[in-house]
């Protein structure tokens, strides 16, 4: 089975352009979550996303956004980038059950913002 | 709000030595899961272990065994005769509730390097 994969795997930006990411999860797993790792901050947690459906977000400012497709499929959109939005973005897909399930993580996008 | 701790930043110990690596969580809900994931400088989060708030049995697979004590609000990893490839990053996490929509809180992770 197929891992999590994540386009693209680097990204250079400047400040004030925006980037769109994508995931594509695990065959089979509905539920699709994002995080920012940054030195400073750690991993924190962005939104997860479940048939379409935003279910959760983060603390993080509105130019943070995300979609899901049919397919399961994930983008997350940052808008009028900052050069603090310079991070790791890990994306992670499970199979949403009664109980929980373990997240499977993506190798991450590594994004720079000039 | 759910916390966790990982006090260690970093931690070198040389191959073949046990090494346990802390962690420490807060949390209101009675329901709740605990994991631990490894980071190789590839950058990828892997999965080691999930484990659920109402099941305190320790668990061991392999060099690696963890401890859970909520009367201490610990989820412990260690591991047994370290070696090189044990070198990377790793996390504690916790998430409330059940369903997986709130997200993972993590630690700010420990460092681990095993020297040869």
């Known amino acids: 089975k197929a891992g999590v994969t994540q386009t693209p795997r680097y990204l250079i930006k400047t400040r004030g352009q925006q980037v769109t990411l994508s995931c594509s999860p695990i065959s089979g797993h509905r539920s699709v979550s994002w995080y920012q790792q940054t030195p400073g901050q750690g991993l924190q947690f962005l939104f997860e996303?479940?048939?379409?459906?935003?279910?959760n977000k983060g603390n993080f400012p509105g130019r943070f956004s995300g979609r899901q497709f049919s397919n399961s499929r994930s983008e997350m959109n940052v808008s009028t980038l900052e050069l603090g939005d310079s991070a790791l973005y890990l994306c992670?897909?499970?199979?949403?059950?009664?109980?929980?399930?373990?997240?499977?993580f993506g190798p991450g996008t590594r994004l720079t913002v000039l | 709000a759910q916390k966790v701790t990982q006090a260690q930043t970093e931690i070198s110990v040389v191959e073949k030595e046990d090494v346990t690596l802390d962690c420490v969580y807060e949390t209101r809900d009675t329901t709740y899961y605990l994991f631990w994931y490894k980071q190789p400088p590839s950058g990828e989060l892997v999965f080691l272990i999930r484990?659920?708030?109402?099941?305190?049995q320790n668990e061991i697979s392999g060099r690696y065994s963890w401890n859970f004590q909520k009367s201490t609000s610990s989820f412990n990893f260690t591991i047994t005769a370290s070696q090189v490839v044990d070198s990377a990053v790793y996390f504690c996490?916790?998430?409330?509730?059940?369903?997986?929509?709130?997200?993972?809180?993590f630690g700010k992770g420990t460092h681990l390097i095993i020297q040869p």
């Open positions: 992670a897909s499970s199979v949403p059950a009664s109980s929980y399930n373990e997240q499977f």
């Open positions: 996303y479940f048939s379409e459906t935003q279910r």
């Open positions: 996490a916790l998430s409330e509730g059940e369903g997986g929509a709130d997200g993972l809180t």
């Open positions: 484990r659920n708030s109402f099941d305190e």
